[in-house]
């Protein structure tokens, strides 16, 4: 096989992180009196998710205070008044209990392990991922979880993916692949650090911007024939 070392993003790539997201959140806004609207809450919060979070991607705000920033947001949009950091804790303690993996994670992560070294890089909460990733099935079958808050630097920014070859001391850089779900996280920040990418997009998305992936696949399992 090509590859020796096969870096994947966790969420929407191995986890159900849109289900975790609904189950946490429902819990959250439950947990503060409050009427959970599925059809209310939840798009509105992930409005105001995805704006931040992207904001991190391109070096706008520090992880440290997107994590009560997105709720203090939230409130003004719900016009409610909260402690947008204890909401930010009760928020995080609910999503790292809510672990869901894709049905075919597990296998196809299996049949990998025996073939060559597999890292997670995950652009995440140390407090939520340790808990949802480390606690896993899956988490025995990699190296190492490399989150973007413990190592302070998120994709696509080239420094997590050198602390994350540096911590299995792999340095052939035509030797690794980063497969994830998103172009401009986990794709751009393959390209940035010079490696192949491997763009997972299981809706079929159409790709409306100017990075291009090596591969593309819809299905996990895809993976394992490409790497074939």
């Known amino acids: 096989m090509k590859y020796e070392l096969i870096l994947f993003d ?19 806004i439950t947990d503060l009196g409050l009427t959970y609207d599925a059809m209310y809450h939840l798009p509105l919060y992930k409005e105001v998710n995805t704006r931040i979070w992207r904001e991190l991607e391109e070096g706008k ?8 920033e997105r709720f203090r947001r939230y409130a003004d949009r719900l016009n409610i008044e909260i402690d947008a950091s204890k ?54 079958y990699f190296k190492t979880i490399i989150i973007s808050e413990e190592v302070k630097a ?18 052939d850089k035509s030797k690794v692949l980063i497969v994830g779900d998103s172009l401009t996280s986990d794709i751009q920040g393959g390209i940035n650090f010079g490696i192949d990418t491997c763009w997972f997009n299981p809706n ?16 996990l399992y895809e993976l394992l024939a490409l790497l074939r």
């Open 61 to 68: 705000i520090q992880q440290s205070l997107l994590k009560t």
């Open 87 to 140: 909401v930010s804790v009760l928020y995080e303690k609910h999503l790292s209990e809510a672990s869901f993996l894709y049905d075919e994670s597990l296998s196809v992560i299996q049949a990998l392990h025996s073939k060559c070294q597999l890292v997670i890089i995950t652009n995440g909460l140390t407090s939520v991922q340790k808990n949802r990733i480390g606690q896993s099935v899956i988490a025995p």
């Open 10 to 28: 966790a969420d929407e790539t191995l986890f159900d992180f849109k289900k975790s997201e609904r189950v946490a959140l429902e819990n959250t």
């Open 154 to 171: 998120a994709k696509p920014n080239r420094k997590i993916f050198e602390i994350a070859l540096d911590s299995v001391h792999f340095t």
């Open 204 to 219: 079929h998305r159409e790709n409306k911007t100017q990075i291009r992936p090596t591969y593309k696949i819809a299905d």
